[in-house]
Nanobody
Framework: VQLVESGGGLVQSGGSLRLSCAASGRIFSINAMGWYRQAPGAQRELVATIINGGSTNYADSVKGRFTISRDNAKNTVLLQMNSLKPEDTAVYYC???????????????WGQGTQVTVSS
């Protein structure tokens, strides 16, 4: 199983970016997908998650600015980031809880990360 992120880059404060993460490989079902971020010298923190059924959860710092969504048919999760601030600068990681077989356990997977830099 692989999670591949795309869409990071450099943007000015107030700008927008959209991150995409596609899960591939032997996947039976995906229970939840999400985005985390890690700034230099800081711990990795939750940004947003979305579970089966569409329920979402956001960090307080991004509520009202970021929107997470899923395309279940494509095993893809998107993160639309608007009104970006310099403090949003970090490496953003995709995360997924998924099963590879019908009766198998659920495992957690991480992508390789994509850099988001917001200039002031």
């Amino acid at each position: 199983v692989q999670l591949v992120e795309s869409g990071g880059g450099l943007v000015q404060s107030g700008g927008s970016l959209r991150l995409s993460c596609a899960a591939s490989g032997r996947i039976f079902s995906i229970n939840a997908m999400g985005w985390y971020r890690q700034a230099p010298g800081a711990q990795r923190e939750l940004v947003a998650t979305i579970i089966n059924g569409g329920s979402t959860n956001y960090a307080d710092s991004v509520k009202g600015r970021f929107t997470i969504s899923r395309d279940n048919a494509k095993n893809t999760v998107l993160l639309q980031m608007n009104s970006l601030k310099p403090e949003d600068t970090a490496v953003y990681y995709c995360n997924a809880d998924l099963s590879t077989t019908r009766w198998g356990n659920t495992y957690n997977y991480w992508g390789q990360g994509t850099q988001v830099t917001v200039s002031s």
